[in-house]
């Protein structure tokens, strides 16, 4: 069975903090991506990853980066939290041209 | 312009009713298209692909009208277990990215 892993399902951090959002998956999938989903904004993609060591930028990267080292996973990280940051992230795994497999979410508060 | 845009809803339906949604698109070189399905505070999951030839699976019915850049979803004999925000999605052949619509609230009423 398909499996993507998000780290955590509630994440609560301070403003300035540094923060990692890790997500693990074991399809063996070139794409991976990361996605913030907010009330009336619907999803939004922060950075994607074609391959190890590769990243480019989604449609709101500012503010986030991200490391992909291995195959498998692909950490999105807050270098400065910031109150604005607060949402629902999700990551997804994507084969070439087929069906998408997200990770259950990972709701981060900043406070 | 968005590049995908969804009525929002909310669709408040009859249990055993028909409902259908729409979804435009703006990049006439968007090659893939699909509906998900995102049950409340849970991720997407895949609902059905769009083919150009339109699909049909059970009650669904997907359909693909690439000359107006519009994608549809009906759903018939819909049932109360069918309430969930149904998001079209648009994959731009050459980027393997994935662009989403805001999402149509559905609630089937018993």
């Known amino acids: 069975d398909v499996k993507v892993t998000q780290s955590s399902r509630y994440l609560v951090k301070r403003t300035g903090e540094k923060v990692f959002l890790e997500c693990v998956q074991d399809?063996?999938?070139?794409?991976m991506f990361w996605y913030r989903q907010d009330p009336g904004l619907g999803l939004r993609l922060i950075y994607f990853s074609y391959d190890v060591k590769m990243k480019e930028k989604g449609d709101i990267p500012e503010g986030y980066s991200v490391s992909r080292e291995k195959k498998e996973r692909f950490s999105l990280i807050l270098e400065s939290a910031s109150t604005n940051q607060t949402s629902m992230y999700l990551c997804?795994?994507?084969?070439?041209?087929?069906?998408?497999?997200f990770g259950q979410g990972t709701r981060l508060t900043v406070v | 312009r968005k590049e995908v845009e969804q009525d929002p809803g909310p669709f408040n339906v009859p249990e055993g009713a028909t409902v259908a949604f729409n979804c435009t698109y703006s990049n006439s070189a968007s090659q893939s298209f699909f509906w998900y399905r995102q049950d409340c505070r849970k991720e997407p999951k895949l609902l059905m692909s769009v083919y150009s030839s339109g699909n049909e699976d059970g009650r669904f019915t997907a359909q693909l009208n690439r000359a107006s850049q519009y994608i549809s979803l009906l759903i018939r004999d819909s049932k109360l277990s069918d309430s969930a925000t149904y998001l079209c999605v648009v994959n731009n052949f050459g980027n393997e990215k994935l662009t989403f619509g805001t999402g149509t609230r559905l609630t089937i009423i018993p």
């Open positions: 399809m063996d999938h070139e794409n």
């Open positions: 997804a795994t994507l084969k070439r041209v087929s069906e998408a497999f």
